[in-house]
Nanobody, 123 residues
Framework: VQLQASGGGSVQAGDSLRLSCAGS????????MGWFRQAPGKEREYVGG????????YYARSVKGRFTISRDNAKNTVYLQMNSLKPEDTAVYYC?????????????????WGQGTLVTVSS
């Protein structure tokens, strides 16, 4: 599985961005997708995830109500819609695939990773 993340950029606080993660090499319909982020000097942090089958979503407390994860089966792509961005959301964002049907916050549970896309939010 190859994952290509895109959509990052530099925005002002309160703005929105939508990240995309396109999968290739295998359909993602049997797996769980996760979004993580890593700020400079910090550990990789779980942002949220989606079970491809059924579309159940999960969010970290820090982003719940502001971020929305969705998927497009036809495009084999998962999205992270980020609204009301804050400076503390600044990080490199990664998408990842877990070879299982249940969401998990531990990055070690994810097998395939995208290359990351940088999101910078200024105040």
């Amino acid at each position: 599985v190859q994952l290509q993340a895109s959509g990052g950029g530099s925005v002002q606080a309160g703005d929105s961005l939508r990240l995309s993660c396109a999968g290739s090499g295998r359909t993602l319909s049997s797996y769980t997708m996760g979004w993580f982020r890593q700020a400079p000097g910090k550990e990789r942090e779980y942002v949220g995830g989606i079970r491809w089958s059924g579309g159940t979503t999960y969010y970290a407390r820090s982003v719940k109500g502001r971020f929305t994860i969705s998927r497009d089966n036809a495009k084999n792509t998962v999205y992270l819609q980020m609204n009301s961005l804050k400076p503390e959301d600044t990080a490199v964002y990664y998408c990842a695939v877990r070879l299982g049907r249940n969401a998990n916050r531990d990055p070690l549970e994810y097998t395939y990773w995208g290359q990351g896309t940088l999101v910078t939010v200024s105040s």
